[in-house]
């Protein structure tokens, strides 16, 4: 009985750490993106689905690193003094990501909202990023204000 009791609490309270706010991760539209120039050269765009997900549907520019990698090999592609927009498939990703980068010093952290099916920019921004998957982007083309 006292396994059960100390299984449910465990379990509320990882529930309960899924569900809090996170203070210093900014979940964003892609509209609201382009306004806090988030879709600028100097934002760093940070895949953290699947290497398949992301195969299979591919957001140009981004740098996947997946999840579990993400502890492991952050420092190979990602500066801590450098903003990251960070694409997952759900919030709860989004967060576990965040709070990684939290502990390595990022400051700058904010999250596209949506699953990354749904990752469209208004067309009035028209922005893309050219370079290879796992590089730092080359350039951004928009017609944003950055």
Not at 23 to 45: D, I, K, Q, R
Not at 100 to 124: E, P
Request: glycine share 8%.
């Amino acid at each position: 009985m006292l396994l059960i009791y100390l299984l449910t609490g465990w379990g509320f309270l990882w529930l309960l750490r899924q569900l809090w706010p996170l203070h210093y991760l900014n979940f964003v539209s892609g509209e609201e993106a382009a306004a806090e120039g988030l879709l600028c050269p100097e934002t760093t765009w940070l895949d953290v689905r699947d290497a398949s997900e992301a195969q299979d549907h591919p957001i140009p520019g981004a740098i996947n690193i997946s999840i579990g990698r993400l502890p492991y090999t952050w420092d190979k592609y990602l500066s801590a003094n450098e903003r990251v927009l960070i694409f997952a498939n759900h919030s709860f990703g989004a967060k576990r990501a965040a709070r990684m980068l939290r502990k390595r010093g990022f400051q700058h952290l904010s999250a596209v909202r949506g699953t990354a099916k749904s990752y469209t920019f208004n067309q009035n921004v028209q922005c893309s990023r050219t370079g290879q998957p796992g590089e730092q982007p080359a350039s951004l083309k928009c017609c944003c204000t950055c």
